[in-house]
């Protein structure tokens, strides 16, 4: 299909909103050739997986990613639903999600009650959080911890589905699986405040404690820091107005 090459030649050397949309749209045109607007979801998932049980992405999907990872830097901070009357976005989205739900439930197919209810109740204590605003990813590394991912918490509700939830929930999953620590952030710094609590998780326990001087947990988010580690949360086909408040 081309995808990125057709991208570069549209936009050529600009790069400002205008040109951008454009160039998108000029991609668009072209893949609506290869598989119609609107096709049946059979047909766009054959137009990207094999047939079969197993979601084995083809050349088409990795196509799909390569021009994704071409556009992100452009699009990322821009206006949230300004790529939703895309086709191919449209396709990007459908394939985040269907391989996500389909890498997730073969984890948890793999887990026991136990495993699994402990999962539970780790997403129930963030989800219920008043005003829950974002969890921050800490990695640890040669010089202490440093943030390796921030995930909004918008979209985190059992009761209003959105792809982005079983995103996180599969994250949640390996932290409490593997080890990790996560810092979760609530409220704000107006009317309500600001609340900061951190998780420590591995082997399938966890527990929490509030943060009392949270300036000192967040202080070293530097704006390059930040701004990689906001990117490292996203998902295929969203821009971050898309998933942030």
Same mark, same amino acid.
């Given at each position: 299909?081309?995808?990125?090459?057709?991208?570069?030649?549209?936009?050529?050397?600009?790069?400002?909103?205008?040109?951008?949309?454009?160039?998108?749209?000029?991609?668009?045109?072209?893949?609506?050739?290869?598989?119609?607007?609107?096709?049946?979801?059979?047909?766009?998932?054959?137009?990207?997986?094999?047939?079969?049980?197993?979601?084995?992405?083809?050349?088409?999907?990795?196509?799909?990613?390569?021009?994704?990872?071409?556009?992100?830097?452009?699009?990322?901070?821009?206006?949230?639903?300004?790529?939703?009357?895309?086709?191919?976005?449209?396709?990007?989205?459908?394939?985040?999600?269907?391989?996500?739900?389909?890498?997730?439930?073969?984890?948890?197919?793999?887990?026991?009650?136990?495993?699994?209810?402990?999962?539970?109740?780790?997403?129930?204590?963030?989800?219920?959080?008043? *005003?829950?605003?974002?969890?921050?990813? @800490?990695?640890? &590394?040669?010089? =202490?911890?440093?943030?390796?991912? +921030? $995930?909004?918490? /918008?979209?985190?509700?059992?009761?209003?589905?959105?792809?982005?939830?079983?995103?996180?929930?599969?994250?949640?999953?390996?932290?409490? *699986?593997?080890?990790?620590?996560?810092? @979760?952030?609530? &409220?704000?710094? =107006?009317?309500?405040?600001?609340? +900061? $609590?951190?998780? /420590?998780?591995?082997?399938?326990?966890?527990?929490?404690?509030?943060?009392?001087?949270?300036?000192?947990?967040?202080?070293?988010?530097?704006?390059?820091?930040?701004?990689?580690? @906001?990117?490292? &949360?996203?998902?295929?086909?969203?821009?971050?107005?898309?998933?942030?408040?």
């Amino acid at each position: 299909m081309d995808l990125v090459n057709i991208f570069n030649n549209a936009l050529g050397n600009n790069e400002d909103y205008d040109s951008v949309m454009h160039a998108i749209d000029m991609v668009d045109q072209h893949f609506g050739k290869y598989l119609i607007p609107e096709s049946a979801e059979e047909d766009c998932l054959r137009f990207v997986f094999e047939d079969g049980s197993s979601i084995r992405p083809l050349d088409t999907y990795y196509e799909l990613y390569d021009f994704w990872k071409r556009i992100e830097p452009f699009v990322w901070d821009m206006p949230e639903g300004c790529l939703e009357n895309f086709w191919i976005i449209q396709i990007i989205q459908e394939a985040e999600m269907i391989r996500n739900v389909f890498m997730f439930n073969q984890l948890l197919d793999m887990e026991s009650a136990r495993h699994l209810k402990m999962l539970q109740k780790l997403a129930n204590s963030i989800e219920d959080e008043f *005003r829950k605003k974002y969890l921050i990813e @800490l990695e640890e &590394g040669q010089q =202490g911890y440093f943030v390796s991912a +921030v $995930y909004p918490l /918008r979209h985190f509700d059992e009761q209003c589905y959105h792809e982005y939830r079983d995103f996180l929930m599969q994250k949640l999953y390996l932290m409490l *699986r593997d080890g990790g620590r996560l810092i @979760l952030v609530a &409220g704000s710094k =107006g009317l309500t405040p600001q609340r +900061v $609590y951190e998780y /420590r998780l591995k082997n399938f326990k966890w527990r929490r404690r509030m943060v009392k001087n949270p300036e000192d947990r967040l202080r070293y988010l530097s704006e390059e820091q930040e701004e990689k580690a @906001l990117k490292r &949360g996203l998902i295929h086909g969203f821009v971050k107005a898309d998933l942030w408040e």
